[in-house]
């Protein structure tokens, strides 16, 4: 499955198979293949970009997102929230819950508040389970996860986890790779991709920006 994993910056992820899947696709090059599926955990930019979507999206795309990214977007469009499961051919989708407990844009009001029902998604796909944890920091929710067999971290801290605090989050999942992101295309260094890396005990593989 990790040779099926594609890092294309950011958090935009692309995972390849008998289905195209796209995890919040941004700043895409001309080249990517067209998505079966789309994943989107939020509205902001540089997770929901229209522009972005619109490289990939064909008529019969299915775009899996929360009420205010939809607003946004065109398509064939399934609105999700913290909590729901959706399947989809040759996926299932549950969105998990995403926000920030400690990241805050002014004093009391954090970048993702719980309220917004922001979302990670853990998708299941030929057996393997991923989880890709959206804009988030270490919350509770995390230590629920059953059987991930791949998680997808922010590592940047400011907007998300710091490397630490993904340490800790890592740990709770106990995933059988994590693999770290919310750094690269001038998001966060990969200083702290390669700190995560350092200390935590779970196997982490550092993929290549695409």
């Known amino acids: 499955m990790l040779e099926r994993i594609h890092w294309l910056g950011h958090d935009a992820i692309r995972i390849d198979g ?10 895409l090059d001309e080249l990517q293949p067209p998505a079966d599926v789309i994943l989107i955990s939020h509205e902001h930019h540089d997770h929901c970009s229209p522009e972005d979507v619109a490289k990939i999206q064909t008529e019969t795309t299915t775009i899996v997102t929360v009420a205010s990214a939809a607003e946004e977007l065109t398509g064939d469009i399934r609105v999700i ?9 040759g ?13 805050f ?25 991923i989880y890709h944890a ?4 270490f919350i509770p929710e995390m230590a629920q996860l059953r059987d991930i067999d791949i998680a997808l971290l922010p590592v940047s801290g ?6 630490e605090e993904a340490v800790e989050a890592a740990e709770a999942i106990q995933a059988e790779v994590a693999i770290p992101m919310h750094v690269g295309r001038g998001i966060g260094s990969m200083d702290s ?3 995560f ?3 935590t005990a779970v196997n982490v593989v550092i993929l290549d920006v695409e």
Do not use: W
Not at 105 to 128: C, L, N, Y
Not at 158 to 163: P, Q, S
């Open 197 to 199: 890396k350092e200390q």
């Open 158 to 163: 400011i907007y998300v986890m710091t490397a």
């Open 134 to 137: 959206g804009d988030t920091d």
């Open 193 to 195: 991709a390669h700190l």
């Open 18 to 27: 008998p289905r195209t899947i796209y995890f919040d696709p941004y700043q």
């Open 105 to 129: 844009r002014s004093p009391g009001e954090p970048f993702h508040p719980k309220q917004a029902g922001h979302v990670g998604f853990v998708i299941t796909v030929d057996g393997k389970r």
């Open 81 to 89: 929230e913290p909590g729901d499961t959706m399947h989809l051919p």
């Open 91 to 103: 996926v299932d989708v549950e969105a998990v819950p995403a926000y920030n407990v400690d990241k």
